[in-house]
Nanobody
Framework: QVQLAESGGGLVQPGGSLRLSCAAS????????MGWYRQAPGKQREAVAI???????TYADSVKGRFTISRDNAKNTVYLQMDSLKAEDTGVYYC???????????WGQGTQVTVSS
């Protein structure tokens, strides 16, 4: 069974930084696209950043230039570096893995990020 364990969330002031980590198990990590989604209170879950098995990245327009997704295949871990955080970045951040479009997305349990002064 796929397990995705997020860590690194917390409370940060506007303009601050956080780094989220997600350790994956029970998958061939290097062959999976990995991603981060978030859900703000009262809003739908949205994709924040995706990194393909080959290292190509895509970002939501709202985080371009502020967030960076990366992966370490040797550690089966994906990261989300979040800089210049804004109040609207507040939400639960979920790690995802996906083998291909023919397979369902696997979800972690989520980690809370709160940006507030």
């Amino acid at each position: 069974q796929v397990q995705l364990a997020e860590s690194g969330g917390g409370l940060v002031q506007p303009g601050g930084s956080l780094r989220l980590s997600c350790a994956a198990s029970a998958i061939i990590f290097s062959t999976n696209a990995m991603g981060w989604y978030r859900q703000a209170p009262g809003k739908q879950r949205e994709a924040v950043a995706i990194i393909s098995s080959g290292g190509s990245t895509t970002y939501a327009d709202s985080v371009k230039g502020r967030f960076t997704i990366s992966r370490d295949n040797a550690k089966n871990t994906v990261y989300l570096q979040m800089d210049s955080l804004k109040a609207e970045d507040t939400g639960v951040y979920y790690c995802t893995s996906r083998r291909s479009s023919f397979f369902p997305i696997n979800w972690g349990q989520g980690t809370q990020v709160t940006v507030s002064s």
